[in-house]
């Protein structure tokens, strides 16, 4: 090990985590700029947005709702380079990698259909990371492409991570 990393392996220990990433293509939508109400380390504004995910056949595709947070300034970018094409509803369809997916339970107001009476009703989406863009296509034609990784990037980038030091 080189003097360099040792240092910097000593005085910074990696945190031990579990990543779970879930990758496919879909629709982007609502981009937007949130800000978090109250104060605290969360309070700073960021970029978040919505894709449609699409699954299943091609002939008759079924969909999956992620509303996402959108971290690092290269995906940041990229969402925020796509945000007038999506507000213009042209059709962004974008390859992703979304990290850290977890469900979300809020009520939304909905009336009766008998009795019009207002009420709420318990409704589920799926939260989670937007962590990459790999290829954008706007109205069919391709609008950005990631460049290729190396092999050994690509491994890196998908190997499990290995946990040590504990038991269990």
Known sequence: M????QVASETAPEKEHFDLHTKGCGYLGRVRWVKPRGGGRRAEPFLACAINAVHGSVTEP?????DLRVVGAECAELVERFKQDVQNDRKV???FRVGDIYPHLYYADVKDSETGAPGKEPRVIIKGRLLLLTHVKVDGQTAYERPKTTD???????APLERTGTSG
């Open 62 to 66: 079924a969909y999956t709702y992620f």
């Open 152 to 158: 050994v990037q690509q491994a890196a980038e998908s």
């Open 93 to 95: 369809f974008v390859s």
């Open 2 to 5: 080189s003097e360099s990393k």
